[in-house]
């Protein structure tokens, strides 16, 4: 019998933002899509819906969310 195992998110494409709280609560991962696009999801539900974006709009949602554009 051989034993598997499930690939790691970094084994599928997957990186945590450099944006993402260090404490581990507050994490998304990206992904780099073949077609320029770029998807997002929640580290903690990976297998939960993930936002997909053109690249230059993901970059213009995180230069808007650091500058503050989205604070209560």
Do not use: H, Q
């Not at 609560?25 to 903690?44: L, P, Y």
């Not at 297998?47 to 604070?71: C, H, K, M, Q, Y």
């Amino acid at each position: 019998m051989t034993e598997t195992s499930t690939p790691t998110a970094a084994e599928n494409g997957w990186f945590k933002s450099s944006y993402s709280a260090s404490d581990g609560n507050n994490c998304i991962e990206v992904k780099d899509r073949t077609d320029g696009r770029a998807a997002v999801r929640d580290s903690k539900l990976p297998d939960s819906p993930r936002l997909e974006l053109s690249a230059g709009a993901l970059a213009a949602f995180v230069s808007a969310a650091a500058e503050g554009r989205f604070d209560a």
